[in-house]
């Protein structure tokens, strides 16, 4: 039974049990609602580069911080579309194209991200799209023109937002959820570890995305990536374990949730990720960079797969059976 009235007690007790016992746990979950051995290869193109007027302080595309990113306005569609048939030929499922925004605006360059999001549905890969805030009417669109997924991290709990983020609050973080929900369309967040938190807001987070209303169907695990020129940059790195508890512990609260094993990989060998994936992630973004930040390559990843014997994972399985998708597989209860 999925269950989204936890209580922090709760939460905060499945966290704080020896890890290894904490990891059995979840493994347990996983095998139970999830195709083991099964993961999702994603890729990710950050399709509006840098000059954000944010203040999100782990974030090279902040306009204020001096990283070194290479700002670009949006990229023409056709690049755009040829990055997502290369990445379905490359054995991906699910393109997310993200821009350096702080909310969607309802101008031209919003129409052409509408267009961008048919054309990619229309190669049959899952389409999501993180931009920044979206009101109600704005999700409307982005699902009429086909968008599968939205995603928007609440990164942190409510309490270290505010050391985080001046320029936003949790508040407008947990309304662009509410409208992308009411649109219809998949909720993808999650969040960072390694912003300076605790474990109690590391524990508050996940309480908060187990407790909506529904489960995200996505949540993406974060290693914060230190980049030189942020007020983060010297952010010591997380270590395998403090992402082990935040993956098992997703795993448990969430247990029909796609959870993701996202940025950080990058530093972490493979039998470090063997454990994230034995304790619940089932996917990953692939391809060299992430939105601006190095990740291991493709030959690096098909190595991990092949020695791991993991497979990739068809896209559109968590579709409900009956409803349908342009170019989807049958829907696969798991
Ligand atoms: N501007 C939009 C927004 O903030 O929602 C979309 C793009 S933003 C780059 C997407 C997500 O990337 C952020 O919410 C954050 O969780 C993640 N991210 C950004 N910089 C990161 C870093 N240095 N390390 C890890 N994750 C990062
Ligand atoms: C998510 O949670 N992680 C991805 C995706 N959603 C958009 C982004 C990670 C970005 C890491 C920093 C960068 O490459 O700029
Ligand atoms: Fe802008 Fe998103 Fe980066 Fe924040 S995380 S500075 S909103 S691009």
Known sequence: MLRTDWTLAEVNAIYH???LELVTQAAAVHREFQATGEVQVCTLLSVKTGGCPE???????????????????LLPD???????????????TRFC???????????????RVLNMVTEVNNLGLEVCCTLGMVNEYQAERLKQAGLYAYNHNLDTSAEHYS??????????????LENVRKAGISVCSGGIIGLGETDADRIA?????????????????NALVPVEGTPLADQPRVSVWEMLRMIATARILMPKTMVRLSAGRQE???????LCFLAGANSIFSGEKLL??????????QQMFATLGLTARKSFKNVPVGATVLGAEPAVSC
């Open 163 to 176: 050391e985080i983020i001046t320029t936003r609050t949790y508040d407008d973080r947990l309304d662009t």
């Open 292 to 301: 601006t930040t190095p990740n291991p390559d493709f030959d690096a990843d």
């Open 268 to 274: 972490m060998p493979v039998s470090e990720q063997a």
């Open 55 to 73: 203040d999100c302080s782990y974030c090279p595309q902040a306009a204020r911080y001096h990283t070194g990113v290479q700002a670009h306005k």
């Open 205 to 221: 987070m996940l309480h908060t995305l187990a407790t909506l209303p529904a489960h995200p169907e996505s949540v993406p695990v």
């Open 97 to 111: 194209m993200g821009a350096a925004w702080r909310e969607v605006r309802d101008n031209r360059d919003f129409d």
């Open 17 to 19: 049990q020896p890890v």
């Open 78 to 92: 056709a690049e755009v579309i040829a990055a997502a048939q290369r990445a379905r030929e490359a054995g991906s």
